[in-house]
């Protein structure tokens, strides 16, 4: 992995608009129960605009930053090598539905570990309003020759 | 509601199945075929179909989000990868979640998740961080 990496900063992503059923979707896949996520009108009780995306959800608008990172051309992240080693969330509010999200990418740290390289990367996500929804930071191990 | 460290805050346990990695692949747009193949787990030398990492995660903080409901919001959510979860094709996974009360303080709850799969956690340093209304 290219070390000149760390602090790099990515061109920002395509706005990304959080749908209904999408966030319903995911809330079925991570076995969500909570009205909030399936109901519009009990989000609207509880006084959000829409359903309520579950907590990891920013990692679908996240996931488009990572993959300008492992598309860098000199950045030499082999992709069938990057195994997931940590991953945080820090929210400012709930992503709810009618969202619209632009992710930036950042490089905060790149280690080397025992052969293995440690790559951290700070996506911050941001609505239309350009106001900080969420930040996504993905700790990737990346395999050294074996 | 009056909380101390220590105590458990909810409790659930997820039957994960091949199926389950198929839905959450659609959902998340995660579609490594470590995930669904096993011909492709094992020739990059896995025990078998691995459930994705961020599928756990998404699941273990569902009974947080479940017991704060309306009365708060979530401020953080962190987790460590440390075990991988095989899901068998007929018996499926596992996976149960407790959650306990980490840390108080005035602005934020720190709700510790323990996560466990064949007896082994499966998540290290599983921490929410809630703020109670």
Redesign the interface.
């Not at chain 1, 079925?28 to 909570?34: I, L, M, P």
């Given at each position: 992995m290219n070390p000149e990496l760390q602090g790099r900063v990515f061109p920002p992503t395509a706005p990304y608009l959080v749908g209904r059923e999408?966030v319903r979707?995911?809330a079925?896949?991570?076995?969500?129960?909570?009205p909030?996520n399936f109901d519009p009108a009990a989000a609207e009780d509880?006084g959000y605009d829409d359903v309520v995306a579950?907590?990891?959800f920013p990692?679908?608008v996240q996931?488009a930053t990572l993959a300008q990172l492992l598309a860098e051309p000199d950045g030499g992240i082999d992709f069938?090598r990057v195994?997931?080693?940590?991953?945080?969330?820090?929210?400012t509010?709930?992503i709810v539905a009618g969202d619209e999200l632009v992710a930036t990418l950042a490089v905060t740290s790149i280690k080397s570990l025992g052969g293995n390289s440690m790559v951290t990367a700070e996506s911050t996500i941001v609505d239309a309003n350009g106001a900080h929804v969420v930040t996504a930071t993905s700790t990737l191990v990346v395999r050294g020759d074996a | 509601m009056s909380l101390v460290v220590g105590d458990v805050v909810a409790e659930r346990t997820f039957s994960i199945t091949r199926d389950s990695l198929v839905r959450y692949a659609g959902a998340s747009g995660d579609f490594n075929a470590i995930h669904y193949r096993d011909d492709v787990a094992e020739s990059v030398g896995l025990p078998g179909v691995l459930a994705h990492g961020m599928l756990t995660m998404g699941l273990a903080v569902q009974p947080v989000v479940d017991w704060l409901d309306n009365r708060g919001i979530v401020l953080g959510y962190s987790v460590r990868f440390t075990r991988p979860v095989a899901v068998d094709p007929l018996e499926g996974a596992s996976v149960t979640v407790v959650a306990k009360v980490g840390a108080l303080d005035e602005s934020e709850t720190r709700i510790d998740l323990t996560v466990t799969f064949n007896d082994a956690t499966v998540l290290g340093k599983a921490q929410v961080r809630v703020s109670l209304t």
């Open positions: 999408k979707e995911f079925r896949a991570v076995f969500a129960t909570s909030l509880a579950p907590p990891t990692v679908v996931e069938t195994v997931h080693g940590e991953q945080a969330f820090s929210y509010r709930p | -």
